[in-house]
């Protein structure tokens, strides 16, 4: 069975930190890209950050650039959001997304999901 468990989130206040990890299992880890999400109330869902499957290029949306830092341990199927500087606009659930190609497109899963909360 396929599974993507984000944990770490919960309240912070401004200017604080969390981590967030996506536990995967089921699936051939090192192979997959993995994005972190993000979804506030009321707005559609953003790309926050990723990081590819070979060489650990990441990719950082502008808004969390220079704040927010993205890691793998392909050893513990583990994917890292270290995010610093929070802002009470970061507030959202935060989701982690695996995603690869194929010859029949592309094959990617999602996490259920777990909610930052940044008080000002």
């Known amino acids: 069975e396929v599974q993507l468990v984000e944990s770490g989130g919960g309240l912070v206040q401004a200017g604080g930190s969390l981590r967030l990890s996506c536990a995967a299992s089921?699936?051939?880890?090192?192979?997959?890209?993995i994005g972190w999400f993000r979804q506030a109330p009321g707005k559609e869902r953003e790309g926050v950050s990723c990081?590819?499957?070979?060489?650990?290029?990441?990719y950082y949306t502008s808004s969390v650039k220079g704040r927010f830092t993205i890691s793998r341990d392909n050893a513990k199927n583990t994917v890292y959001l270290q995010m610093n500087s929070l802002k009470p606009e970061d507030t959202a659930v935060y989701y982690c997304?695996?995603?690869?190609?194929?010859?029949?497109?592309?094959?990617?899963?999602w996490g259920q999901g777990t909610q930052v909360t940044v008080s000002s």
């Open positions: 997304n695996a995603v690869r190609s194929s010859w029949s497109g592309p094959i990617d899963y």
């Open positions: 089921g699936f051939t880890f090192d192979d997959y890209a």
């Open positions: 990081i590819s499957s070979s060489d650990g290029s990441s």
